[in-house]
C-alpha cells in the first residue's frame, strides 16, 4: 500500500441501486482498514441522500456499474457520480462484479475478530446489495494496489450513516459546519471559522477525520452520547487526569492510525517481488510501520498509569481493553526480538533513513551488514567533503542538509559567497536568504548513499517478513488501538480543550430525553461568540405542545444567525460535547433540515425560486416527527401573494408533524397562524427606532411587534428619492390597517382553543419536570387558579 500523506482521500467507494429505487454503497477506508456499509431507499429524485455521503466520505475514487436508465425518470447513480463528482476517479467494473453471495463471505472473512461485524447472517437479506457493492470494492482494491487483505482485519459497519443524525449536503453548507460560506467578517479584521475549524484542535490526522466524521453525522443513541459527555465531566473537573492525557497522547506518533494499513494488506508475492528493484520505496514503508508500531506500543504503560484511576465508563472501558490486553505486550516482544531498542519514529529525514537502515539488530543477515557499511561508509563521504569545500572556499557557514527528494545538498548563506560561487557547484538556486546548490561528487556520493539505503531496505523487508506475518495474526487489536487513540484525541484534544479555553461556567452539558422538549437558555452561537466579544444570548423552548416558533424582526436583526446558532449546538450536544448555554435539555434529533440563502442554480438552471421549492419539496418529504426544520425566508423569491400562500401553508403541513420547526420571516400576515393554531409560538427580535434609524438590540422576546416602515427605513438610508419612500409609507399604511382588522377577528374567534391549549402545554411541560410531588402539586393548584381567573 502507498503511504498516504496528510489529509487527503483515502476512501474508496462502490455504489449500486436497483429497480427500487434503493442504493447500496460500500465505503471502504485505505488508511484505517475499514469498511462502511449503507442501504437505504432514494426518496429524492436528485438523489440527496447519496450526494450527503458522498459530500461525507470525499472518495478517491468511486466504483460503479455500467450505466443504465434508472426507474421513474432517476438520474441513475453512474450520472450522478458524472454530475456531482466530476474531479473524482471513476471505475466501472461488469455487473457480475457486484455479486452479493461473494460480499457476503469475503465480509465475515475478512471483518476484525474484535469487534466483529455483527451478526453477519441477520443482516444479509436486508443489506443484500451494499454487500454486492462491497464485493466490487474489495476486488478493485486488491487489483489496483497489488494487495490482499489479510482475513480478520477489517472493522466492518453496517447502516453506519443511518444510525446517525442525517445532515443533508446542502445544510451542512448552509450552517457553515466544515467550510465557511464567507472567510472575513464585514468591519472586523478576524476570519470567520467553521464549526469543524473551532473543534480542530486535534494532534492525529485520524482524530481530525473523526472529528469531521462525528460533527457531519451525530450521534443518535442517548447512551453512547451520555458516556462520552461523563467522560468529558470528568476530564473537565480532573485537571491531574486531563493534562496527563495530554501529554500521554503526545507520546504517540500521529500516524499510528495510518500504520494499521500495512499491516491489513499483505503484498501478493512478497517474496519474489521484494527483490525486485523498484520495491524499495515499499519495503521502506513496511520498516516505518514497523518503527511507528514499535514507539506506539512503548507509550501503552504511560496511558495505562494515567487512565488507572479513571472513573468514567468510557475511560475504564479504554483502560480494560487497551492496558490489561496482553496482546500488545506479546506483539511489542515479538517486535523487540528482532527489532534494535533505541531505534524510534521520528519525523527528520535522514535521521529516519538512516533509523530505517539499522532497524534490524547487528548480524540478523550478512548482505544487511555489507549494506549498512557501504551507507555508513558513504555518509561519512559526504561529511568529509563538505568539511573540505568550507576548507578550500573559505565557506566556514556552508551546510548540508537532506531530504527525500534530493538527499544531500550544500546551503550556503548569501553574504558568505559575494555574489559569486566557484564553478565546482552546480544546480545552483536561492533560496531566501541562503543559496542551495550540489556538486558533481555529492551527486556521485548521493547515488551511492542512496544505493546502499535501498539495499538496506530491501535486505531489512527480507528479515521481517516473519515478523510482518506474526503481527498480522493479532491485527484486530491493532484495529482497537487505532480507534481508541482517535476517540481519545478527540474527546481529550478537541472537545475538553476547547471548553478548557473558554471563561468558566460558559459552556454546559446538554441533558437528553427521548420525548421531552428543546429547551436552551441563554445559548450563544459556537462559532461567532469567540469573534464578538459582547454576543448577546438567546433561548428556544419547542415541545410537542408548541412545536413550531416563527421569530420576526427587520433585515439585519440577528435572524439568520438564531436559526444557525440553534443547528449547530444541536450538533454539538448530539456529538457529546459541552454546549455555549446556561442550560440545555434536548430531545434527540435524526435529521436537520434548513432552507436558508437566496441564489440562483446556473448549474441546474433553477432560479431563485425554483431552487427554494426544491429544497422545500426535499424537507416535505424526507421529514420525520424527530426532525428540526429551520426555514429562513421561505417565499420571498416570488410575488408577494404566491410567497405568502406557499409560507402559509408550509407551516400548516409542519405543524401537523411532531418535528420541530423554526420559521424566520418578514411576513406579518403570518403571526396569523398564532391565533388559528395554539401550538405556533410567536417571536421577535428587538429593535428600538429613534430619529427614522434603529438600533438593534439582537434580544429576542415573546410575541409579535411592529417595527413601522423598516424596509423603507432602510431604503432611504440607501438614497431612495424621498418622494418615493413617503409614497410607500402612504401605500403600507392602508395595506396595514386592513390586516389588524382581520387579526382582531381571528382572536376573538380563537380565544377559547387557545386557553385549552395553553392549560396542555403546562401540562405537557410538568410531565417532563423532574420536580418533587409537593412542588408538582402546587404548580397543578396554580395551573387551575390562572385557569378559572382567565390569567393563562
Known amino acids: 500500500m502507498e503511504d498516504d500523506a496528510g489529509e487527503r482521500s483515502s476512501f474508496v467507494i462502490g455504489l449500486i441501486e436497483n429497480r427500487a429505487k434503493e442504493v447500496g454503497v460500500a465505503a471502504f477506508d485505505l488508511r484505517s482498514a475499514s469498511l462502511h456499509l449503507s442501504q437505504y431507499i432514494e426518496t429524492s429524485s436528485s438523489y440527496q441522500n447519496t450526494k450527503t455521503l ?16 434508472a426507474a421513474d425518470g432517476m438520474v441513475g447513480v453512474s450520472q450522478l457520480v458524472d454530475r456531482v463528482c466530476s474531479s473524482i476517479r471513476k471505475v466501472i467494473m461488469a455487473r457480475g462484479c457486484f455479486d452479493d453471495t461473494r460480499g457476503a463471505v469475503l465480509v465475515k472473512g475478512l471483518a476484525a475478530k474484535e469487534p466483529s461485524a455483527l451478526g453477519l447472517d441477520s443482516y444479509y437479506k436486508q443489506y443484500y446489495l451494499c454487500l454486492a457493492a462491497a464485493a466490487a470494492t474489495i476486488k478493485w482494491i486488491e487489483a489496483e494496489k497489488g494487495v490482499i487483505i489479510t482475513n480478520h482485519s477489517l472493522l466492518v459497519t453496517f447502516n453506519g450513516s443511518f444510525d446517525h443524525m442525517n445532515i443533508d449536503s446542502t445544510s451542512v453548507q448552509n450552517l457553515e459546519i466544515i467550510e465557511p460560506i464567507h472567510s472575513s467578517l464585514l468591519g472586523t479584521n478576524n476570519k470567520k471559522r467553521s464549526l469543524f475549524h473551532m473543534l480542530k484542535t486535534t494532534r492525529t490526522i485520524g482524530g481530525t477525520r473523526l472529528l469531521r466524521a462525528n460533527i457531519l453525522q451525530p450521534l443518535k443513541d442517548i447512551e453512547t452520547i451520555n458516556t462520552r459527555l461523563d467522560c468529558l465531566d470528568e476530564l473537565m473537573s480532573n485537571e491531574q487526569l486531563f493534562f496527563g492525557l495530554s501529554q500521554a497522547l503526545r507520546k504517540f506518533p500521529k500516524e499510528t492510525d495510518r500504520v494499521l494499513c500495512h499491516f491489513c ?4 508475492g512478497v517474496t519474489n517481488e521484494v527483490l525486485a528493484s523498484d520495491n524499495g520505496r515499499r519495503s521502506q514503508i513496511m520498516i516505518s510501520s514497523i518503527i511507528l508500531l514499535k514507539t506506539a506500543l512503548d507509550a501503552l504503560p504511560l496511558l495505562s498509569k494515567v487512565l488507572k484511576e479513571a472513573k468514567s465508563c468510557l475511560l475504564g472501558n479504554v483502560h480494560k481493553t487497551i492496558c490489561e490486553n496482553e496482546k500488545y505486550t506479546s506483539i511489542r516482544k515479538r517486535i523487540g526480538e528482532v527489532i534494535d531498542e533505541d531505534v524510534l519514529h521520528t519525523r527528520v529525514p535522514f535521521v529516519a533513513r538512516t533509523q530505517q537502515c539499522f532497524a534490524v539488530k547487528a548480524g540478523a543477515d550478512g548482505l544487511l551488514d555489507m549494506a549498512r557499511r557501504s551507507f555508513c561508509d558513504t555518509s561519512e ?24 527528494r534530493q538527499g544531500f545538498y550544500f546551503s550556503i548563506p548569501q553574504k558568505d559567497t559575494q555574489g559569486k560561487l566557484p564553478t565546482k557547484f552546480i544546480q545552483v538556486v536561492k533560496h531566501g536568504n541562503n543559496v542551495h546548490c550540489s556538486s558533481l561528487e555529492l551527486a556521485s556520493l548521493n547515488v551511492r548513499n542512496k544505493s546502499a539505503a535501498k539495499e538496506c531496505w530491501l535486505r531489512t523487508a527480507l528479515c521481517l517478513e516473519a515478523l510482518m506475518d506474526a503481527i498480522r495474526e ?19 484534544n478537541s472537545f475538553a480543550h476547547t471548553i478548557s479555553t473558554k471563561p468558566v461556567d460558559r459552556y454546559t452539558r446538554a441533558r437528553f430525553t427521548s420525548d421531552g422538549p428543546l429547551a436552551i437558555d441563554s445559548g450563544r452561537h459556537p462559532i461567532l461568540e469567540s469573534i464578538h466579544n459582547d454576543f448577546i444570548p438567546n433561548g428556544i423552548f419547542l415541545s410537542e405542545a408548541s412545536n413550531m416558533a416563527i421569530v420576526m424582526g427587520p433585515n439585519m436583526s440577528g435572524k439568520s444567525t438564531y436559526l444557525q446558532q440553534v443547528c449547530l449546538m444541536v450538533i454539538l450536544a448530539q456529538i457529546g460535547c459541552y454546549i455555549p448555554a446556561r442550560f440545555a435539555t434536548l430531545r434527540v434529533v435524526d435529521r436537520i433540515f434548513t432552507r436558508m440563502g437566496t441564489m440562483d442554480s446556473l448549474e441546474s438552471n433553477s432560479s431563485t425560486f425554483m431552487t427554494e421549492m426544491k429544497e422545500t419539496a426535499f424537507i416535505m418529504q424526507n421529514i420525520s416527527h424527530r426532525s428540526l426544520i429551520v426555514m429562513d425566508e421561505l417565499g420571498r423569491a416570488t410575488s408577494s401573494s404566491d410567497g405568502f400562500a406557499i409560507a402559509w401553508s408550509c407551516c400548516e403541513h409542519l405543524l401537523a408533524l411532531k418535528g420541530y420547526s423554526i420559521f424566520a420571516t418578514h411576513m406579518e400576515n403570518l403571526s396569523g397562524l398564532a391565533t388559528m393554531y395554539p401550538n405556533v409560538k410567536i417571536l421577535h427580535f428587538d429593535v428600538d427606532v429613534r430619529n427614522h434609524r434603529m438600533d438593534f438590540k439582537f434580544q429576542l422576546k415573546d410575541g409579535s411587534r411592529h417595527v413601522p416602515h423598516y424596509g423603507l427605513m432602510l431604503a432611504g438610508v440607501a438614497g431612495l428619492p424621498s418622494s418615493v419612500v413617503e409614497t410607500a409609507k402612504r401605500i403600507t399604511s392602508r395595506i396595514t390597517e386592513k390586516e389588524m382588522k382581520r387579526k382582531e377577528v381571528n382572536c376573538r374567534q380563537y380565544e377559547d382553543v387557545q386557553l385549552i391549549y395553553r392549560v396542555a402545554q403546562r401540562l405537557m411541560c410538568l410531565k417532563y419536570s423532574d420536580q418533587d410531588e409537593d412542588s408538582l402539586r402546587d404548580a397543578l393548584q396554580n395551573l387551575k387558579e390562572s385557569y378559572i381567573g382567565g390569567r393563562l
Open 54 to 69: 458522498l459530500q461525507f466520505y470525499e472518495p478517491m475514487a468511486i466504483i460503479v456499474s455500467p450505466n443504465k436508465l
Open 381 to 404: 563521504a559526504i561529511h568529509n567533503l563538505a568539511n573540505k569545500y568550507r576548507q578550500d572556499f573559505k565557506l566556514p557557514n556552508l551546510k548540508i542538509p537532506f531530504n527525500n
Open 265 to 268: 494488506f499483505k503484498p501478493k
Open 474 to 492: 493479532d491485527v484486530s487489536v491493532l484495529t482497537v488501538l487505532s480507534e481508541v487513540l482517535c476517540l481519545l484525541d478527540m474527546m481529550v
